[in-house]
């Protein structure tokens, strides 16, 4: 077991039960996940902006506790938020805060939704089952990968899972750390790992990160870090793609653009089950960021409980949080 971050003794203990909260695919506000910004003037950079590399992000334990109060200054709610090293794997800093429903929203497993796009995006390419240059019918046109992953289609999605099949979609759950605690924290959920069945009668669900398939933040932290550290010859073409996501006017985590620094990153936004009280859809929230984008050194995960689409609630929160390493 990976020893424990002085940033953890900052975790939030609540007391309260956790509700089933029961997530499905959502597709009713983009071709992707629903993670599109409602309010693209709101956009904080030009497209046409070019930013730099910024070094030495890695930061000293009151920095992190300083960005972790940025991000969650930035969206309202039960949440969490995960700062990990890239190289090393250490826990840089994490905090929770826990909702009516939702008592460790760190520690809990919840759908990952459509942050699992890239991983299962390499894992196509490495086993040859998907081209890079592959395009698929999305939005009322025709998506490459780089322009999926930007926009978080479905469709194409769905053609990589269905090209993979059950039981490479399963094993690459597995090899990613799903299914099991991660050893960053003792109270940690194993979180849930479909069976290969489960996965093949649900493939669609699955290939988009919903269905049966459920992971803490801390693993969705080193999932990312897996793809951050990844030899491949294929992860270029991914993170070209998570590049697109925060640089491009079409991604879903524009709002996530920096000056200084370029971000690789993706949403991911799942449906939870019943209606507020206002009658409306309810809506967790997911950003992962490597960063900087060029040669990682952190995995930032923010998951927004409850708060709206992604681009909505973590993806601010992500930002800021970077702003404030920057500025530190």
Known sequence: MLPLSSSLRSLLLGALALAACQTAPSEARVAGDA????????????????????????????????????????????????????????????????????????????SPASTVKPLMTLAALDAEVIDADLRVPCGGREQDLREALATSCNQFAYVVGDRMGAALVASTYSELGFGAATGLHPDESPGKLPT???????????????GALEATPLQLAQAYRALARSSSSNRAAVFEGMLAAVEDEIGTARVARIPT???????????LEGSSSEGEDRYDGWFVALAPAGDPEIVVVVFAHDGGIASNTAVPAARALLESLITD
């Open 196 to 210: 290969t069945d489960q996965i093949s009668a649900e493939l669609a669900a699955a290939a988009t990160g919903h």
């Open 261 to 271: 620094m370029r971000i690789a990153g993706k949403t991911g936004t799942a449906t």
């Open 35 to 110: 993670d599109a910004p409602t309010s693209p003037s709101s956009d904080p950079v030009a497209s046409t902006a070019k930013a730099t590399e910024a070094p030495g992000l890695r930061p000293s334990s009151e920095d992190a506790e300083a960005a972790l109060d940025a991000a969650f200054a930035s969206f309202e709610g039960a949440g969490a938020v995960v700062l990990l090293d890239v190289d090393s794997g250490e826990l840089l800093g994490a905090r929770e805060r826990p909702g009516p429903d939702l008592a460790h929203p760190l520690l809990q497993a919840h």
